[in-house]
């Protein structure tokens, strides 16, 4: 079965099943029309039963309300000592800071009080994966559906212009010049095919030719390469583009699932990329590895490696400096950091993964071509998806590099990332166009 069937073949199951159901439900109430009869004659005789059966029982109502008064009487005793209790915790806190020469109202502690539940119903409403594929990618969603029924809209009939003005509005859509114009040349060889001359004929085609671009040869690679031991990460790409942010959510997550982690601040030569990253060191409480201001990055890393190797770590990340303008520089200051790594664990790093800002759109992509000169890349790290209109740039990636885009930006909450999947990704992107 190709992608775009498991993906939107189950629609047309449940359409199926649903005119199924009510072929059982009319039959079902045939039935139920004979047993009618039945039943109501079987209701008279039991009318009497029931006549004696409410005397009887207005006797034990009595009994019951007495019963009731009594528990209604402890519940509003508890709810009396529960606001009390909460009064007294209130003034103990105000006591206390008062003790340490602080003005703290009760006003304040009871505000205090309901951001702390406000943020636990917050964490307690947790979104499934597919959610928050969803919620990413809103706003790629509804920008290329308008886009797309603007352009049908537009069109009556199947001609060359209809098809220069889609490569066109693919474009715009940032799924990349050669995927446009490959998808284009495609529409345009079926539709001499079938001698196709409505427009909507092609609509549905347009998104299957959408999967199948990303189908590509059904080998994703998009899963992390852990190890047994320790799996060594050696994250890259240009600042700002969220890639220590990235690695200190990574951390959390997979501290979460019971990793011990390691952080290395391999960016020396920028001061607040160390502090940065420290910063998510004590946020999600994982050590972290720094040098002294503009030491050489590769003896940071050398330390890092030892100390993990000593520790049982399971996951080691390494960030580095992204100064993309000095290609030179920074070609040589990561070759030195791989060999580096190698002469520790010579399989390592067992991943090399490039943070791409996704709504940047087409320089993301021109990103990723730059980066993948400068040293072999195993998977992208695509962030800030969530604030973008730009998610076609997956299928531009696809497409044109051979790198698989391995995890994924949800947001900004500290939870907000996760390994890509594909499915969940194309199902996001084009659920209400087929």
Excluded: C
């Excluded at 073949?9 to 649903?18: M, R």
């Excluded at 209130?90 to 703290?104: F, L, S, Y």
């Excluded at 001698?195 to 998009?222: A, C, G, H, M, S």
């Excluded at 047994?228 to 583009?241: E, Y």
Aim: no cysteine; hydrophobic share 40%; glycine share 6%.
């Amino acid at each position: 079965m190709g992608l775009f069937d498991r993906l939107f073949g189950q629609e047309e199951n449940q359409s199926q099943e649903t005119v199924a159901n009510q072929e059982f439900s009319e039959t079902e109430a045939l039935d139920n029309q004979d047993l009618s009869t039945s039943e109501s004659q079987a209701e008279q005789l039991s009318e009497s039963e029931t006549q004696v059966e409410e005397i009887s029982s207005t006797e034990s109502v009595e009994e019951s309300e007495s019963t009731v008064t009594e528990e209604s009487q402890v519940t509003v005793d508890n709810h009396f000592a529960d606001v009390m209790a909460d009064y007294y915790a209130k003034k103990a806190q105000v006591a206390a800071a008062a003790e340490k020469g602080e003005t703290v109202t009760f006003e304040a502690v009871q505000t205090r009080k309901v951001e702390e539940k406000t943020e636990e119903v917050q964490a307690s409403k947790t979104e499934t994966e597919q959610e928050k594929y969803n919620r990413t990618l809103k706003k790629t969603r509804t920008g290329f559906a308008a886009r797309l029924n603007e352009f049908f809209a537009n069109f009556r009939r199947v001609d060359e212009e209809f098809f220069e003005e889609l490569e066109e509005m693919l474009i715009l859509s940032d799924v990349g010049v050669n995927v446009a114009t490959q998808l284009t040349e495609d529409l345009r060889y079926e539709a001499r095919l079938e001698n196709v001359k409505k427009t909507e004929d092609l609509q549905r085609l347009i998104i299957e030719k959408l999967v199948d671009i990303y189908e590509k040869d059904d080998i994703y690679k998009e899963h992390i390469n852990f190890q047994d031991g320790l799996t060594v990460m050696l994250f890259v790409g240009v600042n700002g583009v969220g890639k220590t942010t990235s690695i200190g959510k990574l951390a959390h997550k997979y501290k979460q699932e019971g990793k011990k982690v390691m952080l290395i601040a391999a960016d020396t030569f920028r001061a607040g990329a160390v502090a940065q990253l420290v910063e998510w060191g004590h946020r999600v409480d994982v050590p972290v590895v720094t040098g002294a201001e503009k030491a050489d990055p590769a003896s940071v890393v050398f330390d890092g490696m030892e100390k993990a190797l000593a520790e049982g770590v399971d996951v080691l990340m390494i960030d580095t400096a992204g100064r993309l303008q000095n290609k030179d520089n920074l070609m040589a200051e990561l070759e030195k950091i791989g060999r580096i790594i190698k002469r520790v664990v010579p399989e390592a790093p067992h991943e090399t993964l490039l943070a791409l800002d996704a709504s940047t759109g087409q320089n993301a992509l021109s990103q990723a071509k730059e980066f993948s000169k400068i040293t072999p890349l195993t998977g992208l790290v695509l962030t800030k998806l969530d604030g973008s209109a730009k998610g076609g740039v997956v299928l531009a990636i696809r497409q044109e590099l051979d790198i698989p885009v391995k995890l994924i930006g949800f947001g900004e909450k500290i939870d907000d990332i996760g390994e890509f999947h594909s499915e969940e990704f194309m199902q996001g992107l084009l659920t209400g166009l087929v």
